[in-house]
């Protein structure tokens, strides 16, 4: 069926081709219409010319202005030698020309001046083409109407340029609208319809607008400097491709409360918001080009939906890509790695359970998970930088989390871990949604708001000594130690909690920034550095001595701290104490001590010296001896195969 009426628009295309050019007449009869029946008869008015003509017979009309509203009652074809100097002018109301019977053609005129240019009601295969049509409220506007075509006509200064209300299986193709006040192309209600290939531009409103219409295919449009691209609502199994869409404010791409629609290859540049999708369950979105926009890909509330091969890129200051629900389908998208922002894999995963993630992410979200280990990444340039839906112990260690409009975003996710991430540049750090008993600690946060929660209650600091975040816009004083804060001395820790958002608080924000040293000899035990120094060469060998070196690197002749959290299973001290040297000086320290965790805080004059804390003991005996034990199989394996090679 749908290859039917595919074939009949061409029919009329190639019948609308035809030239019918009889201008010899026009410049013998100036201001006259000619109409050809059997012979050609002469009118002074466009009306009296169809009111004598019979069906299926063609009108032409020479150059000048007919102050007239005409009504085409029967199939006739009526043509403007030039639309450029044949003007029907409504007289500043009215229908100017209003289509009752089948089979008509207008083309070849300026329509200007009333309330609708052209009013097709109950008709089929109308073709109304390379007309100018101005100044009106309604453009062309079609109701009930079936298999017409709307071709190649300039369409300026209209309320809304083309409507169809109850109107399937039309063609909208290669028309011009430029300067409209008001929606350039409206279907309500309507189906199977073709919009293809029409330029839009200038038009402070929506370029085109689908609601409550199906089975529609929008192909190969180019749009630009328009309030609304394309916009579906309440639209669906619609197919929206190869359209170019640039320089839009707000939306280039809307799709609300609209199911089963594809849209693939579109090319969506420099605009507020690219693409979002409302409420909308079950489209596929494919292979399209979102670059240099405010935002680029926005989903809310919409599930079911598969993504596959974008390309998303550039798109600031919001971010390229970003996702927000309230109900766990409202997160229940098919994301795969196909899809790229910046270069990098979008990781969207579902229903994931105890795995490690440390590769190349574009964006991450992790729906409906548990046990998860991210670790060591860099997210950056979305919405948000990670986003953690209906998730439990989920650890988030290492990570940067830079340049986002939200650094984390989590929903209904209780009990994980954020520790040893950079936050920077990010317009909120944090926006959670009903999530709770998250541990946030050991943090370093440069800028940005810190927290927008809703229902959220969680804890920001490990407690005393270890500490919880740091803050650089706070500039808080350390001039005392201890639980209460309250002896004598700094510590590492400023002396007054951060209330973040009612019952969040940092009880123990740290004085300056926190650096992580992982080891090849434990996951589970990090060496740590509050410093206001850049901690640089860090060392642990501990088959060469229980010690640590690194170098606390600043302007010289300036005084740096640094306080040091040292695991006690990775080394420890017996019967003396430690020892902390710059260079070969003894360096005076103040020790706090946990089960696990020895806190060493003390202050020093920056210079190119390298600095070494002293133990007695370095990692369990046997893990040495495991490990010697390993070097030496591997040390025999290697020996004997040279010797088999020789």
């Not at 970003?322 to 795969?336: A, K, P, Q």
């Not at 922002?341 to 359970?353: F, K, T």
């Not at 805080?601 to 034990?629: M, Q, R």
Request: aromatic share 14%; charged share 15%.
């Amino acid at each position: 069926m749908r290859k039917v009426k595919i074939l009949r628009f061409l029919i009329i295309l190639i019948i609308m081709s035809i030239n019918f050019s009889h201008n010899n007449f026009c410049q013998a009869n100036p201001a006259k219409v000619i109409f050809t029946g059997l012979e050609a008869s002469f009118y002074t008015s466009i009306q009296e010319a169809i009111n004598c003509a019979n069906p299926g017979d063609a009108i032409y009309v020479c150059e000048g202005v007919y102050f007239e509203h005409i009504v085409v009652n029967k199939s006739v074809s009526i043509f403007g030698i030039d639309p450029s100097k044949v003007i029907i002018d409504g007289g500043g109301e009215g229908v100017i020309v209003e289509v009752t019977a089948d089979s008509s053609v207008i083309s070849g005129f300026t329509i200007r001046n009333g309330l609708s240019g052209i009013r097709v009601i109950n008709c089929r295969y109308i073709n109304f083409s390379f007309n100018i049509v101005e100044d009106v409220v309604y453009g062309a506007y079609f109701l009930n109407a079936e298999f017409n075509i709307v071709f190649k006509n300039n369409f300026t200064r209209n309320s809304m340029s083309i409507v169809l209300q109850n109107s399937n299986s039309n063609m909208i193709s290669k028309n011009n609208f430029y300067h409209n006040n008001g929606q350039s192309i409206s279907l309500y209600n309507s189906s199977d319809n073709f919009i293809v290939g029409n330029k839009i531009t200038r038009n402070p409103a929506f370029a085109i607008y689908l609601e409550k219409s199906v089975n529609n295919t929008l192909t190969m449009n180019d749009v630009s400097y328009v309030c609304q691209g394309i916009s579906l609502n309440f639209s669906h199994n619609n197919s929206i491709s190869k359209n170019v869409i640039k320089n839009t404010g707000p939306n280039a791409i809307t799709i609300e409360s609209s199911n089963d629609n594809r849209l693939y290859e579109n090319f969506l540049v420099e605009s507020e918001i690219a693409f979002q999708l409302l409420n909308s369950n079950f489209n596929l979105i494919w292979k399209n080009n979102i670059t240099r926009s405010k935002l680029g890909l926005w989903i809310s509330r919409s599930s079911g939906n598969i993504l596959r091969d974008n390309y998303i890129s550039e798109n600031r200051p919001f971010g390229n890509f970003g996702v927000y629900g309230e109900r766990l389908e409202d997160f229940l998208n098919d994301v795969d790695v196909t899809n790229r922002v910046d270069e990098a894999p979008i990781y969207y995963l579902l229903n994931q359970h105890g795995m490690v993630l440390s590769d190349k992410v574009g964006y991450l979200a992790l729906i409906n998970s548990s046990d998860i280990i991210v670790e060591n990444i860099t997210l950056m340039g979305n919405y948000q930088g990670l986003t953690l839906a209906y998730s439990t112990n989920i650890t988030l260690n290492g990570l940067k989390i830079e340049n986002n409009f939200q650094g984390v975003y989590m929903s209904h996710s209780n009990f994980n871990i954020i520790a040893g991430c950079s936050f920077n540049g990010n317009v909120y750090n944090f926006y959670f949604q009903n999530s709770n008993s998250n541990l946030i600690f050991a943090n370093n946060f440069f800028g940005g708001k810190i927290l927008y929660s809703s229902s959220s209650s969680n804890y920001w600091d490990y407690g005393y000594p270890c500490g919880g975040n740091y803050w650089s816009e706070l500039q808080l004083p350390d001039n005392f130690m201890g639980p209460y804060q309250n002896i004598t001395g700094p510590d590492g820790i400023s002396d007054v909690p951060v209330y973040l958002y009612k019952e969040n608080v940092d009880k123990y924000p740290l004085a300056a920034p926190v650096k992580i040293f992982g080891t090849e000899f434990s996951k589970n035990y990090f060496f740590s550095f509050v410093s206001n120094s850049s901690i640089q060469n860090f060392q642990f060998n501990p088959f060469a001595e229980p010690s640590i070196l690194f170098n606390a690197e600043g302007p010289l002749g300036t005084t740096g701290f640094c306080r040091v959290a040292i695991p006690k299973k990775l080394l420890w001290v017996e019967d003396v104490g430690w020892k902390v040297l710059l260079g070969n000086n003894n360096i005076t320290f103040t020790q706090m001590d946990t089960t696990d965790y020895v806190y060493l805080y003390f202050t020093y004059v920056h210079t190119s010296d390298t600095i070494k804390i002293c133990g007695t003991n370095a990692i369990p005996e046997y893990a040495s001896l495991s490990l010697w034990f390993v070097l030496k199989i591997l040390a025999s394996i290697t020996f004997l195969i040279k010797k088999l090679i020789s």
